[in-house]
């Protein structure tokens, strides 16, 4: 049907969950904070919150701070990761650069600030 | 290998991405929206983000609530859903409950704070 | 926009990626031999693969199954358990007992020996 | 701790369950074996199954793979699409390439099988 699209074109809207595994302690803080300064020197927009952190970017650059992460976190003695990436991406708008996750959260919130004043 | 752990005791700190499919039209804001008043109802503490909705509380009643949204959403006329869920569960503490994503994302948080002050 | 539906009528057609943490060694199999057997004690459908395993059933009962196996693995000497579930619903279409994930499969498969015969 | 890890010499064993959205219509099957055809184009191994693909290789590999599907699924006329990813790295044995998703499935079916023998 139509046009056809490069991977290389794709802006990814994503959210990823790293987890450490045969670490010898229940608790990952250490490794998500390594994460974050990984994730902070790559110049993405992202933002973590309770279970995972939002992130976007051009396709390739999405996966490879990803990528990133679990070899910082392995470096940190870390000898297997197991990470959950939730990834989508759209042809039929444009998504202005760092707008696709904060844009998908207030869509929601202005439908729902509608209905209340309907009320 | 210790005492055993009854799945109605588990408490779930959970997060989960709702997708409609066939519908049509690829924005789902208002379908998101008709989770949020379901989720409102249910009583559990539950925050949204750009990529998904933070969850917790019992492990039954949090699949319960996701199972509502689907049946609300098809509701709305969505005639597939597709839903992915994160969730965690943990013996070696206890999680006061509402405070199992919060908690997560402030001790990341004092680490980076903690080691921005040292450096 | 149409007729309700009930959460407690929704059959879910579902994968799950069970992931214990804080065991001080990296291999988890002896962790996913338990699930099997809680899953065959289940009676429900279910089909293991490289990276998570098949499950269908009524809402309530697949995820009361994962909660089960989160609580097997605990038992089995695991502190935190981070599981990853695709679950998803129609109403579309019935879904006859035990084919929901079978017959999406074998759909792909149609489709793609169609095009060879074509060819 | 210990010596560092590249993300270009990491090897990933991953899955991942590509949803269209907004295509009119619930069903998917046409999008999916357009998929199949990329992976095979890849070179890659992977194998499909009820509610995602298994696929493996070096990481940037199995990330362009992905974004390459998006593209194909995209060019078949879907404007948007989500896809949730397992994706897993270990730096604690080395896996012969083709060798990992597989790998696991028949540890556990051993230990299965072995407990069943003692039985």
Redesign the interface.
């Known amino acids: 049907?139509?046009?056809?699209?490069?991977?290389t074109e794709?802006y990814?809207?994503?959210?990823f969950?790293l987890?450490?595994?045969?670490?010898?302690?229940?608790?990952?803080?250490?490794y998500?904070?390594e994460c974050?300064k990984v994730l902070e020197r790559s110049g993405l927009p992202f933002?973590?919150?309770?279970?995972?952190t939002?992130l976007e970017g051009p396709?390739?650059q999405v996966?490879?701070v990803?990528?990133?992460c679990?070899?910082a976190v392995?470096?940190?003695?870390a000898?297997?990761?197991?990470?959950?990436?939730?990834?989508?991406?759209?042809?039929?708008k444009e998504i202005a650069a760092g707008t696709?996750?904060?844009g998908?959260?207030k869509?929601?919130q202005?439908?729902?600030a509608r209905?209340t004043t309907r009320a």
Chains 1, 2, 3, 4 share one sequence.
């Open positions: 049907m139509s046009k056809s699209t490069e991977r794709l990814a809207v994503a959210d969950c987890i450490p595994m045969g670490t010898g302690e229940p608790s990952v803080g250490e998500i904070a974050h933002e973590m919150h309770g279970y995972g939002n396709w390739d996966c490879k990803i990528g990133d679990h070899a392995h470096g940190q003695g000898p297997r990761i197991a990470t959950d990436i939730r990834i989508g991406t759209r042809t039929d696709g996750n904060d998908k959260l869509r929601v202005e439908i729902l209905e």
